[in-house]
C-alpha cells in the first residue's frame, strides 16, 4: 500500500530521503515508511534528522513534515 495516497490517514507530508523528496501520509511512522519502501526489509538502519531511530521505536516515531531521513541497508560479505 503506498501511504502517501491513502486517505485515512490525511494529507501528504513531505521528508527528505536519502537526498530526495518522498511523500508520506500525515500520520505515518518511521515502519510505514520502512514497510513501503523496502517491503519490511530486516537489515536496515534508519537516521532521522541526525539521529539513529533503534527498531524498537520505529512504530512509534511518527514522520513530520521536512524530516531528513537517512536508511541504510546492511550487506554481507566475507
Do not use: F, K, Y
Request: aromatic share 2%; net charge positive.
Amino acid at each position: 500500500m503506498n501511504r502517501a495516497t491513502d486517505t485515512t490517514l490525511g494529507p501528504a507530508l513531505r521528508v527528505r530521503l536519502n537526498g530526495g523528496w518522498h511523500e508520506v501520509a500525515a500520520g505515518s511512522s518511521v515502519a510505514d515508511l520502512v514497510a513501503d519502501l523496502a517491503g519490511g526489509a530486516r537489515r536496515i538502519a534508519i537516521e532521522r534528522n541526525g539521529s539513529i531511530v533503534p527498531r524498537s521505536q520505529w512504530a512509534g516515531c511518527r514522520l513530520a513534515d521536512g524530516d531528513r531521513i537517512e536508511a541504510v541497508g546492511a550487506v554481507g560479505g566475507g
